[in-house]
């Protein structure tokens, strides 16, 4: 169930503060999924520390989550249609509040891990909920305000993520990043149940594609902890991990043969015949995973290598989360009369060139020069973000927009969330390696090492002192050179929305059939 679900004429859309309060209700229910994908970037290193696991270990509490996130929603049309659209939003949300509890409580790696999964599980419907409801909710004549609405939380929860998880960091504990929750989510819920229950629709008992989900299981879980362990046992040395690839590998074609011949299938891939979307989904991943490992590794290296706390390393990346707030209305506006190929194309080629200038980064920045980055960053987000969400609805006839909206979440996510694993291992292995060459050419003939000695220091604070400069400059060269791959695939994104023909304009559910060109299919 996403955004194309039919109104019911005999239930009227709310009007004045009614409608502005339900709405916050519900875009503050998508905010508060969204957010939790990012709210953990900060406090990495913090939980990792507290619970005895690595920094690179510690990535698995954000890729947990996207993960499962993705895996669920496919699954949100039948629940939907199975309990009730309102029913399944406000579950959804009370189940969301109880797991962050649990992930709150854990006290080891792999108990977080698994509250995240079944964080993720509950959160991961309330995507496309929120989106449906919103456009019941909102008169059609202003379905674009509802989108936007909704584009808008998406777009500035996970920036506002790190901002608020370094504070809460800061000034009490992990927990309470998930702790948070709680009220959040009881507050929503009663308000739901006030003002949403009007809305629900007929129940169908619709049959669910059983051995699709399974399959999606099965090779995304694969496909995931062969990116997050696959370091530690050396990759494809280990019987275990060339198990786990041949078991996605498999899987994923089994997946994809089932789900093309499927009746009812968990994800219809047949919504990827219409060229637009495709192109829209294919740039949508790549800028947001490539936008999403910005907004993971950032904070890391600051804390890490710069010696920021979580709190400064979250107010830092919330600058980009100012500047795109600023400019999401204008977009929104221009959206409605440019095409949106070349919103999406400019938003992305900004992002391209803002972090093409991270990559001669060096650990003598200073504040200002780390935060200007991130603040023109912010400029280019909502022109990609909102105009490559409506590009994508506009790009498929009204029969598949429920498809579409579900398929464009579940892309996003999942690609998001491997992207963010493989930068992790990257910039893990990349710094070992500079690491290990640094040693063999910094001071070979032991003068530095004599110098520091005859200051006064010991040869152990000598050697622990050159390691650790060493170490500095080893990261910092492994994060310049992902911020260069990073602007590559931004640039990537921005080539590939061009190969969309144009589409016309969307205007809701319940006007019209909102199609592309007649070119848009393949």
């Known amino acids: 169930m996403t955004a194309t679900s039919a109104r019911d004429p005999d239930v009227a859309p709310l009007e004045g503060r009614m409608l502005w309060m339900a709405a916050i209700v519900i875009a503050g229910a998508n905010f508060m999924a969204v957010l939790d994908l990012t709210i953990a970037n900060v406090s990495v290193p913090n939980i990792a520390g507290s619970l005895a696991a690595t920094t690179s270990q510690g990535t698995w509490i954000i890729t947990s989550y996207a993960v499962a996130e993705a895996i669920i ?31 709150g409580l854990s006290t080891s790696l792999g108990m977080l891990v698994v509250a995240r999964v079944l964080q993720g599980l509950a959160g991961g419907p309330l995507m496309p909920l929120s989106q449906t409801l919103l ?23 996970p920036i506002s993520g790190p901002v608020l998880g370094g504070w809460i960091c800061e000034n009490w ?38 051995v699709g989900l399974v399959l999606l299981v099965i090779w995304v879980g694969a496909l995931q902890i062969l990116l997050d362990v696959g370091k530690e046992h050396d990759w494809f040395a ?12 498999v899987g994923f074609a089994a997946f994809l043969i089932w789900e093309l011949t499927a009746e009812h299938p968990i994800v219809d891939l047949k919504v990827f015949r219409h060229r637009g979307f495709t192109v829209a989904v294919i740039a949508m991943s790549i800028g947001y995973s490539s936008f999403l490992v910005l907004n993971v590794l950032t904070p890391l290296w600051l804390q890490l290598n710069m010696d920021y706390t979580a709190g400064q390393a979250g107010r830092t990346i919330g600058w980009t989360g ?38 001669t980064g060096s650990t003598d920045l200073t504040y200002w020069q780390i935060v200007f980055p991130l603040m023109v960053m912010g400029l280019g987000m909502p022109f990609f973000f909102i ?62 090492l004599r110098l520091l ?25 492994a994060t310049n050179e992902i911020m260069m791959v990073v602007a590559g695939t931004f640039f990537l994104g921005a080539c590939v929305i061009w190969l969309a023909p144009r589409p016309r304009s969307w205007h809701g559910p319940s006007e019209g059939k909102p199609v592309a060109s007649k070119d848009a299919s393949v």
Not at 200 to 209: A, G, S, V, Y
Not at 335 to 342: M, P, Q, S, V
Not at 460 to 475: C, F, K, N, P
């Open 73 to 103: 929603l496919p699954l949100t049309g039948w629940l939907a249609a199975r309990f009730g659209l309102v029913r399944t939003f406000i579950w959804a949300m009370g189940l969301f509040a109880v797991f962050s509890i649990l992930c």
């Open 135 to 157: 456009l019941r909710i909102f008169p059609k004549e202003k379905a674009g305000t509802a989108i936007t609405l909704w584009s808008m939380t998406t777009l500035i929860a």
């Open 173 to 210: 504990s992990w927990s309470w990043i998930f702790f948070i929750n709680l009220p959040l989510g009881c507050v929503s819920i009663y308000f739901a149940m006030k003002l949403l229950l009007r809305y629900e629709l007929p129940l169908k008992r619709l049959p669910i594609d059983t």
């Open 238 to 249: 280990s019987t275990e991990m060339t198990a786990l690839a041949i078991t996605s590998v």
């Open 322 to 359: 100012v500047f795109s707030l600023c400019m999401a209305p204008l977009v929104a506006r221009l959206a409605l009369k440019i095409d949106r190929r070349k919103l999406v194309f400019a938003g992305l080629l900004w992002l391209s060139g803002v972090t093409a200038l991270r990559f």
């Open 387 to 448: 105009s490559a969400s409506g590009m994508a609805l506009a790009s498929v006839s009204v029969e598949d927009t429920a498809s579409a909206a579900g398929l464009l979440n579940f892309s996003r996510a999942l690609v998001g969330a491997f992207a963010v694993s493989v930068m992790a291992t990257v910039w893990d292995d990349h710094s070992t390696v500079n690491h290990a060459e640094f040693v063999g050419l910094v001071d070979g003939d032991g003068r530095l």
């Open 453 to 477: 000695s005859e200051n006064g220091l010991s040869i152990e604070m000598s050697q622990a002192m050159l390691d650790q400069l060493i170490h500095s400059q080893s990261v910092m060269i």
